[in-house]
């Protein structure tokens, strides 16, 4: 049972635009919420992470948008660049080790 | 900054062949884990270890097993391959009981099965 639902599946924007990936999850248990970037040939990597106990989190063009009520957060990348360009995977878990992921959105960024 | 090598980037394989996928990390961590990567199914977890000699099954463990016999090292073993595992491997690891900490990838196995 599949239990971090990721859209879309495939997402094209340009150079300076906003992208953004969305997830739902169904686990209320969930404590922990990372985004991973992954990019072609290398593992996954984390990006960026929130708590439940906050609703957005920030790091430079990067910023996680937490709903816990709908069960639902998000990844906006502002200003996306061609180097941005990327497999970006979304995850939850329970008190931090093992993790749940969403199907994964590839991003491309056009210039 | 911390290593999680797999020993094969590709690698090729007979159906019925008995496959074993190797992973070390170099920081001392206790918990390892296998992942298959396919399109549009994410990443689905398939075994993990919280310490030397323990394991755990993961939401796809048929058809495959696990040894770590050293808390750096951590083997995936396809007993008999078959065509529906072709796949991308990732292996990863974390410290375990510092808090939220990112799990530690791997670059990855292409494995095909023929």
């Known amino acids: 049972q599949q239990q971090v639902k990721q859209s879309p599946q495939s997402l094209i924007v340009q150079k300076g635009g906003i992208s953004i990936i969305n997830c739902a999850y169904e686990?209320?248990?969930?404590?922990?919420f990372p985004w991973y970037q992954q990019f072609p040939g290398k593992g996954p990597a984390l990006l960026i992470a929130?708590?439940?106990?906050?609703s957005e989190k920030k790091e430079g063009r990067f910023t996680i948008s937490f709903n816990k009520s709908a069960k639902q957060f998000s990844l906006h990348i502002m200003d996306s660049q061609p180097g941005d360009s990327a497999t970006y995977f979304c995850?939850?878990?329970?008190?931090?080790?093992?993790?749940?992921f969403g199907e994964g959105t590839q991003l491309t960024v056009n210039p | 900054d911390v290593k999680v090598t797999q020993s094969s980037r590709y690698l090729v394989k007979r159906t019925g062949e008995k496959v074993f996928l190797e992973c070390v990390q170099d920081?001392?961590?206790?918990?390892m884990f296998w992942y298959r990567q396919d399109p549009g199914l994410g990443l689905r977890l398939i075994y993990f270890?919280?310490?030397?000699?323990?394991?755990e099954k993961g939401d796809i463990p048929e058809g495959y097993s696990v040894s770590r016999e050293k808390k750096e090292r951590f083997s995936l073993i396809l007993e008999s391959a078959s065509t529906n595992q072709t796949s991308m491997y990732l292996c990863?690891?974390?410290?375990?009981?510092?808090?939220?900490?990112?799990?530690?990838f791997g670059d990855g196995t292409r494995l095909s099965i023929l």
């Open positions: 995850a939850a878990s329970l008190s931090g080790s093992r993790l749940t």
């Open positions: 686990n209320t248990a969930f404590d922990y």
């Open positions: 929130i708590r439940p106990d906050v």
């Open positions: 920081m001392d961590h206790e918990n």
């Open positions: 270890s919280y310490d030397v000699k323990m394991k």
């Open positions: 990863a690891s974390i410290l375990q009981g510092v808090g939220n900490q990112p799990q530690h």
